[in-house]
């Protein structure tokens, strides 16, 4: 009886450690299997949005970001700073944060650096989607008919949202 005790605890303490280590090393740079795996610790000094989100361009690397609401998971988004918001995009695959934005679920933090943001997303969509898709590309290094990565939809079939500071 002692020994199924002990398992028990072992598997536990073992349970707990990953759960733990998800914690706090999610979400993942990748874009294929456990690399999609949220987080949910955001972090970042919550701050005023800028007058002009240029200053970030000179970041690399994606952002963080979060939706209000349940569930509160963190994922990273590849980027480019406009003046007025920030572009984001994502692959047309009917991906969990992406359909939020669509049904309205739509304010959120975004995190740039050690900065975050209190956002709104708006799904963009007409010949605006491709004017900020172009730009989201050439940031990336590619064209709109390029795939970021090998099975992934060309660029142009990516949806885009647009991210300005909340409204209250």
Known sequence: MA?????????????????FGWIFTAPYLSNQGLG???????????????EDFTIHNVLQGPLKFKLEGFPSLVNYLSWVALED???????????????????GGNKGWLRLGDTTYKMQAEHITGAQHLDMMG????????????ALYEGSEPLREWEVFFWTPEQQ
């Open 135 to 146: 730009q989201w590309a050439a940031k990336s290094g590619r064209t709109l008919d390029e």
């Open 85 to 103: 918001g920030i572009i984001t995009a994502t692959r047309p695959d009917g991906g969990y944060w992406g359909e939020r934005v669509k049904a």
């Open 3 to 19: 020994s199924i005790r002990n398992i028990s605890m072992a598997f536990g303490v073992v349970v707990i450690l990953v759960l």
């Open 36 to 50: 999609r795996t949220p987080g949910l610790i955001l972090g970042g000094t919550l701050t005023e949005a800028p």
